[in-house]
């Protein structure tokens, strides 16, 4: 019985460690000083897409960017460099942050320690998620090598989803 009292209070520490991990991402709303939410004026050193500059934006997974910004030498993240940065604009807002980095395994790391276990997995793909913000990570070899990192608004109707499957898992729990 003392067994079983301990592995429940151990899973409850572990569920309660992993939701504070998740609720850093909430509370940074976005990328270092780039938030989710607020406008693209805030934000001068990103650069409109243009004819000039078109060809950064054909990157496979960062076709929909409105705005980049190409890194320097000196940005890194957990010593990986820092190649770009795109930003998805709707209403003069930003709605999701992509930022590419060289292939580093401490980048993946970086995460995994700021947020806790991936909350889901798809192929190559690890995503932590809250009811407010989505963050992903996820290589990419076609014509950048590196990791793309996206961090974007879960929007109300995706919510609305997530509240239903939520709701739908606790009844479907208390039948059995």
Known sequence: MKLS?????LICVSYLAHGQDCNFLDTKNGFRNIKLGTSISDYPEFQKREETNAALFNLSMNAK?????????NE????????????????????EIKIVTEKVL?????????????????ND???????????????DWSQVPGYHITYKKISDPRKELIILKEKSAKEAQKEL
Do not use: M
């Not at 009292?5 to 209070?9: K, L, Q, S």
């Not at 960017?65 to 890194?71: F, M, Q, R, S, T």
């Open 5 to 9: 009292i301990i592995h429940i209070i």
């Open 76 to 95: 890194q993240l957990s010593g990986a460099k820092i190649l770009f940065i795109f930003l998805i604009i709707n209403d003069t807002k930003i709605s």
């Open 65 to 73: 960017a409105n705005y980049v910004y190409v890194g320097n030498e």
């Open 106 to 122: 401490s980048v993946y790391s970086t995460l995994k320690f700021a947020y806790g276990e991936p909350t889901q997995k798809y």
């Open 125 to 139: 793909k690890l995503i932590w998620r809250t009811n407010q913000i989505e963050c992903s990570i996820e290589g």
